[in-house]
């Protein structure tokens, strides 16, 4: 499975707070990367597993925008065990300890393995049309 870059993005106009957010990725479902990295449950969607996010990105405030760094995941289409995995993404507030919201248009996303770098709303995008 390849690596995924996903773009840098900016939130305008971001009314929460200035420190400690960051965007915290979940698997919806367990799945195998081709690299043999296994990913586990761990979604956003079960108030029951949100301390089982398998990666945290440190968001920054900057202009009044929130910016989301540049990361990579793992593409999910290819998995040998479960194609049909896909991620979630949230927003988190590390100073309340709670989710600020879900980041995106869909509560979830898969990630085929081409193109190797891509942006969020190529993402997003994607989604709206499956």
């Not at 995924?4 to 929460?16: F, H, K, R, Y």
């Not at 969607?45 to 968001?59: D, I, K, P």
């Not at 869909?106 to 993402?123: E, K, N, V």
Request: hydrophobic share 40%; charged share 5%; aromatic share 12%.
């Amino acid at each position: 499975m390849p690596l995924i870059t996903i773009a840098s993005v900016t939130v305008p106009n971001w009314q929460g707070n200035t420190t400690g957010v960051s965007l915290r990725i979940y698997a919806n479902a367990p799945f195998t990367a081709q690299s043999g990295t296994t990913y586990g449950f761990g979604s956003q969607l079960n108030l029951a597993s949100l301390g089982t996010f398998f990666q945290s990105v440190a968001c920054t405030v900057s202009g009044g925008g929130l910016v989301v760094p540049s990361f990579t995941l793992d593409s999910t289409t290819d998995s040998p065990d479960n194609p049909a995995a896909s991620y979630s993404a949230v927003l988190w507030d590390g100073s309340s300890g709670q989710p600020v919201q879900s980041f995106g248009t869909f509560a979830a996303f898969a990630l085929p393995a081409t193109p190797t770098s891509t942006t969020w709303a190529a993402i997003f995008l994607a989604e709206a049309t499956q």
